[in-house]
């Protein structure tokens, strides 16, 4: 394999890493390093040749999309948080979410 596509894989390995970790300032890093190399790469090779590379694209799209789910969810307990709303939140065992208005709780446990 030419060493441009091995580097290619390894900043598409770089990405998952980072994506698992929540490394967001590693994703910025990254980012214009892919592009210039990808530019670089397609000039160079036929599909067939970076074929093998799709895998590991599709993995990061997959891997990237949780990410921005993980972002958009906590963006909308942060704005819970600060708009003042007085409800609790639990899980079930069953791991599906439970909403509590204080006044409920204090009164079950007396």
């Given at each position: ?38 530019v670089?790469l ?39 948080i ?29």
């Amino acid at each position: 394999m030419d060493h441009d596509l091995v580097a290619a894989e390894g900043l598409l390995d770089q990405v998952h890493s980072a994506c698992l970790t929540a490394d967001f300032a590693k994703l910025a890093q990254l980012t214009p390093l892919i592009e210039e190399v990808f530019v670089q790469l397609a000039p160079l090779h036929g599909a067939k040749e970076l074929s093998g590379l799709e895998f590991k694209a599709l993995r990061n799209q997959r891997a990237l999309k949780s990410c921005l789910r993980g972002i958009a969810a906590a963006r909308r307990r942060v704005d819970e948080i600060a708009s003042g709303a007085h409800t609790r939140t639990t899980y079930s065992k069953k791991g599906t979410r439970i909403s509590m208005n204080p006044t409920e709780t204090q009164q079950r446990r007396f």
